[in-house]
């Protein structure tokens, strides 16, 4: 026997939280008009890298603003590359806040580990905004504090220090495949949840196929 859980944990993006997932859908919702650089291979794999960069600590936001900038070859402003990064998610997923309070009713604490950066994180904590379910999450821990990205190991063993509970008292959701075997690996228990279907419903039948709620 595994023995009981003792937290369940969330990836954010794609499991708690509705995102885009490309630079040209984020380019849609940040309001700017079509261009063909969203389908550019040398530019996506540059602003892809610079992403990592933020999202470990090594580049400030405004850096990543301004290389992103230059990699657009004058297509994108710093400002337009701002906008198109905070276009990145706009809301919870609904039913969500249930979900977690559910869990917190059985009492069994909560948390989130995620792949992100400072201006999101900033955007996602914000006592006056729009994601009331990622801030009640008791533990968290993001990888622009961390300095590394899922699906390293260290990530992982990061949160089992910041949080107490380690292997099977551990499960865990994301919407990645790798970042769910990475854990997996390392004993915890870990579901993937599909980011395009009812986000809600995949949560509540894997706690309770887990014994965490009835």
């Known amino acids: 026997m595994k023995g009981p859980i003792g937290i369940v944990v969330f990836d954010l993006g794609g499991v708690l939280v509705q995102i885009v997932h ?7 919702r940040a309001g700017l008009p079509p261009h063909p650089i969203t389908e ?17 600590g090594r580049l400030t936001a405004a850096g990543y603003y301004t290389g992103v900038a230059g990699a657009s070859r004058g297509v994108y402003t710093p400002d337009e590359v701002e906008r198109i990064h905070l276009a990145w998610h706009w809301a919870e997923y609904p039913g969500v806040d249930a979900v977690v309070e559910a869990i917190e009713g059985r009492g069994i604490a909560t948390g989130a580990l995620s792949n992100t950066s400072a201006p999101h994180w900033a955007d996602l904590l914000d006592a006056a ?5 990622v801030r009640r999450l008791q533990h968290r821990v993001a990888s622009h504090l961390a300095g590394v990205l899922k699906p390293d190991a260290s990530i992982y063993r990061a949160f089992e220090e910041a949080s107490g509970h380690s292997g099977a008292r551990l ?6 495949k790798e970042n769910v075997e990475a854990a997996r690996s390392l004993g915890w228990r870990a579901e993937q949840i599909d980011p395009v279907g009812d986000t809600a419903a995949q949560l509540l039948a894997a706690l309770r196929h887990h014994g965490v709620v009835d």
């Open 129 to 133: 905004g729009r994601y009331p379910t």
């Open 40 to 56: 550019d291979h040398a530019f996506l794999t540059r602003r892809a890298q610079l992403l990592d960069a933020l999202s470990v």
């Open 22 to 28: 490309s630079w040209g859908d984020a380019h849609a």
């Open 171 to 176: 499960l865990y959701f994301d919407d990645v």
